[in-house]
């Protein structure tokens, strides 16, 4: 099936594998007249670059983006905007034991078990090198966000067992673990440290919110805002779980506790008094910021020893050889923006024709 | 938008409000061939009935189904089957009140925000009435999906703070919580006797295991099976979290305890040796039980005082009148059903041309 | 496959059978806040109702429609608005004796071999009834259309051999086969009574003109506003040819006097000199009068005698009895007229979010 | 809006401008197993190469193609096959003067009335290479069909005046027009020489025959195999008629002689004793060929005066300067084949779940 395509109206197709000619990704529906350059992309890109510290993966790639197509004068022209990033850092070598074993954790053997084959090279199109599209594409719908006045914050709230204890939004870009926290980004660390020492690796949660949504987004049925935003996050390679507002802590609540009040604030718009439901409510936004979660399971590729069988069925045990992020978390961080990104963005737009006002103000001559 | 449809191949696409003429649904895509009569959907539809119990509300709907089109002589015949469920139950009386005030927890002031007004009469479209649509949907996934041996079995796995201690399948349906502990049941009548006392409400957990998943359902990337079943039930009202496998908890774990490893079985098969990642790896089946959770908020309607707004501005204190459920999960468990069993239909449908020799295995001559 | 659906945005999906329980639709999309009652569809479908002149079938039709959902206080309210047609004329007597051979010209053999049976009474899902559900969904998008300017005209153009000489749009609804030349409708007349003489039936040709579409509509490449126009007129049963301005003798034509110059007109509005590209460049509407036509085969249900074979393979003569329109075109005005109007409207909903401009006029605050 | 993908199993999203680094396409859901290389679709692209003889732009276009994802060991992986055609003959200069006016016949004015503004060079996403996407796509899905027997036969039917008297296949390529007749081909080359002198250009018709489409292909209602190739063929720029089988003749057709009766072969299968229909009755494929002509335009850029306005409103008179091609047809003749084989392959793919007993075929263990 094409299911590499992802949106409606502003919709994002990704291709490419871990260690073919390159990953890339064709933005299409991004309305016309929004400024964009290469840069724009490549500061989002960065941010999921790997190599950059101890506990992401030391392999140095460049990930340089260019785009192919959609901009004119630097602005966007309404049209397909075609983004390329080469695979610079190929070296099949390393790749060649795991064509013939299922890693666990992996998706080797479901890959085979639905195509027959597999591209085995560094994991293929299950590869994290499959986000690069993603996050490029979030870039885009980040910036034509932020002309609206709405803005996302995301970071590593807990890894394993350690979870922030205050915030400070400024922290998050001081330290390699994206982490508000600084101490705890600290202890995390050092959690980290014992997991490399043990061949073992961590999982983590990340958070997000989204400031700014104008009440009124999402759909009352199948197209619920939070369920795209949990389709969208889950969708990212290793996520377990996602919650919106209190997530599942809800199951243990009371209505008297989980309800969200309403007031007027000063200015004359209507408010919510706490904000459990996480900003949306029947599958709407309600004006409030819009809270998610998304967990990441510990990185599959372990150097401990590890129960397997080959595409012949023996069985063997394994060592995942070479050095592989003791955590996907923190990479991730951008990832789960991106991707949130585009679900608000697509709902702006195709919410635009809610109401037959809208449709009359800018259609009726 | 037109966010009412779910499904690629097997779409199904639902109408109606809680106190409009009906409700129904239209289920397009479903293979021709599958015996089919009104009593596989009406016993569907029985198990989210309302008033069989007094932790579910008293109205007496009749809720029968109507097979409109799409059968002919006791099978589907491949065109849209239409089902509608005449509503029975109207009283609009007991819901002009809230016409004028939004009801915090529910969606009235996002209806609003969105279409600049609102069928407001029993929450009109945002009612759990909308659900009858999807289980009559799911009636018909699931009685196909029987007949390639995937079957689906799904119940209440906590209320409040009230979590099930033993497993008996055959207790599911004994109890009106639909637990699968008969001991653990009563204590959670128990607990909602509390709420009921307290003019409050119970969030649940619902837990749904769909056995016989052939491996290699599922897209790599956007249209990954988690993904898609992870929308399916946030697309749930009150659904706040969502789980696949171990979900949440992956955030805390290792690589080590967290990795399935694979073996053969007697037969020749590759099995896991554990379930962590509940039978989906990279977003494809691995052949494994597929394990999901859904956190159900508590029933927003409480007759507990609370803070709101008018339309208009005005502040005010209100008890939300009439029986309410204390709970939502137990009548949600067959929702979660019939969704989980739509999403891996259509999974199975569109997966049916991955391999090359799939295609020629039905159209070349 | 869902096969049922149309539309993006604005989405109509279409149910039911000729001898089923009734036919319908389900369209989803409609903006919130256009005032709608039964009469408004009524009118369309009055204008497809059979037996209102000897060149249709005499069967008694009431086909009236009942509003099941989507309306409040006589305004559309965003969500899905379903139609309901009960079928009334249900003889299956009638149509026993087709059961097991293929009529020539109809859809019998091909649905044998794509689903393995068939309901074959009165042609099932195949039958001309399906199209209430289309015409009761353009009902609609005209009247919304309607409150931006934007007006259609459809008619027929021609009938066998004798094609209009002369156009008064108020002969249109005074002559039964909807022609816009009174003196031609009288000349097609008895060239349909030689036909149904020679038990023998007539093509003939629907014209439809689109006013008051504003420059802009329509995307570039695949979902060009031809494209979709081209399809949704050839989805309509018995149409094999569709043309847009023009049509098919610009394969005729030279550059020099197909192309259409510019210029501004009184008001300072750009304005084209003619109009041989049907108010379509490039796939985007231009401003113009958007000119379509489509040609509609002959009935192939004739009463003279043809060459068929049975469901077990052995061949016959047959004569198809009952009493059958000696033309299908006057009839598939209306549904001509409501696939052109729910493409047009799509597109304008779809084309809301094309420039940045426009999603800031609607979601800047 | 993303209107920049077709098809729903089989998907091709195609992006670029003329004059921007280059264009392509993501080819997805193609099943896992097909082998491919470059020279498979190098093969498809040198069929609407310019500069290959005197009736088409003499600019030299190298258009090699690389495949950048999708391609593992010689055979397609299932995942997207990305393909990227750079753009080498680049010269912004000779374009700038169309900044400023709107070629009659071209897409600038709705380009600049949808977007605000447009990329004028060289057409920008108008252009005719475009269609290079498409064509790269067309390849792999007629290698596909190939496997499965079907082929697919398309060539020039007239130009201008000039229509083929005789049919000989194997004369399609050995003449620049791509007539399947040497003698019209001669006769069509004088035309289009006295178009040239005339400074003006010629339409002309391409028909295209599908051999060996199993019967049963198609949906019943919207999703008609004629109304998706209708679709497919007038997306092509510069279409404004589509037909299939008689076509718009059927208009003037009667049931006696448009009818096509059935009959048994010597093994047994049933066939049809014409083929007025096409192929395609009921939107269903009936096994017989199918039959498609699309009519293109005159190339809208001819050096002869025409009359246009300027963005800012002034009117002027303008030959477009450049060697331009005096027609369509031939170039395009590869882009009808590739767009009819995609919409067959997509079919193919789509239904496959038609029945229950192919779903059980499949997945049944």
Redesign the interface.
């Known amino acids: 099936?094409?299911?590499?395509?992802?949106?409606?109206?502003?919709?994002i197709?990704?291709?490419?594998?871990s260690h073919?000619?390159?990953?890339?990704v064709?933005v299409?529906?991004c309305?016309?007249?929004?400024e964009l350059c290469e840069d724009d992309i490549q500061l989002f890109l960065n941010r999921r670059k790997p190599g950059q510290n101890r506990y992401s993966t030391p392999r140095k790639e460049s990930d340089s983006v260019?785009?192919?197509?959609?901009?004119?004068?630097g602005?966007?022209?309404?049209?397909?905007?075609?983004l390329?990033v080469r695979n610079t850092s190929q070296r099949s070598g390393d790749y060649g034991e795991i064509a013939n074993y299922?890693r666990?954790?992996?998706?080797d053997?479901?890959?085979d078990?639905?195509?027959?084959?597999?591209?085995y090279r560094g994991g293929?199109?299950?590869s994290g090198r499959?986000t690069i599209g993603r996050v490029a594409g979030g870039a885009i719908a980040s910036k034509?966000l932020a002309?609206?006045?709405i803005t996302l914050l995301t970071y590593t709230r807990?890894i394993?067992?350690v979870s922030i204890e205050s915030f400070d939004a400024a922290e998050i870009s001081r330290n390699p673990l994206s982490m508000p926290d600084a101490n705890t980004a600290k202890k995390a660390a050092s959690y980290l440290e014992t997991?490399l020492q043990?061949h073992?690796?961590?999982?983590?949660?990340v958070e997000c919110i989204i400031h700014g949504v104008?009440?009124?987004?999402?759909?009352?049925?199948?197209?619920?805002l939070?369920?795209?935003?949990?389709?969208?996050?889950?969708?990212i390679?290793a996520v377990?779980?996602?919650?919106?507002?209190?997530?599942?802590?809800?199951?243990?609540?009371?209505?008297?506790t989980?309800?969200?009040?309403?007031?007027?604030d000063s200015s004359?718009q209507?408010i919510k008094?706490s904000n459990?439901?996480?900003g949306?409510?029947?599958?709407?936004?309600?004006?409030s910021d819009i809270c998610l979660?998304a967990?990441?399971?510990?990185?599959?590729?372990?150097f401990?020893s590890?129960?397997?069988?080959t595409r012949t069925?023996d069985?063997l045990d394994v060592q995942i050889k070479g050095r592989h992020d003791p955590i996907i978390?923190p990479r991730a961080v951008v990832v789960v923006e991106s991707m949130a990104a585009i679900t608000i963005l697509d709902a702006?737009?195709?919410?635009?024709?809610?109401?037959?006002?809208?449709?009359?103000?800018?259609?009726?001559?």
Not at 20 to 24: D, Q, Y
Not at 226 to 235: F, I, Q, R, V
Not at 280 to 287: A, F, K, T, Y
Not at 348 to 365: C, E, F, H, R, T
Request: hydrophobic share 35%; aromatic share 8%; proline share 5%.
């Open positions: 099936m094409a299911g590499s395509s992802y949106g409606t109206i502003f919709k197709t990704t291709w490419g594998e073919g000619e390159g990953v890339g064709v299409d529906g309305p016309a007249g929004l260019e785009i192919l197509s959609g901009i004119f004068e602005h966007t022209t309404g049209t397909p905007i075609s390329l299922y666990p954790g992996h998706a053997y479901t890959f078990a639905k195509y027959g084959f597999r591209d293929g199109r299950s499959e034509l002309t609206l006045g807990s394993g067992p997991c043990d073992n690796s961590s999982g983590g949660l104008p009440s009124g987004i999402g759909d009352p049925v199948f197209e619920k939070d369920a795209n935003l949990a389709k969208a996050l889950m969708s390679g377990k779980g996602v919650e919106i507002g209190d997530g599942m802590s809800v199951a243990q609540a009371t209505g008297l989980d309800n969200d009040g309403f007031s007027m004359g209507i008094l459990h439901a996480g949306i409510l029947g599958g709407i936004s309600d004006g979660r967990a990441f399971k510990p990185t599959p590729s372990i401990a590890q129960k397997t069988v069925g069985t978390a702006l737009l195709v919410g635009m024709s809610a109401k037959l006002s809208n449709v009359q103000a800018i259609w009726k001559k």
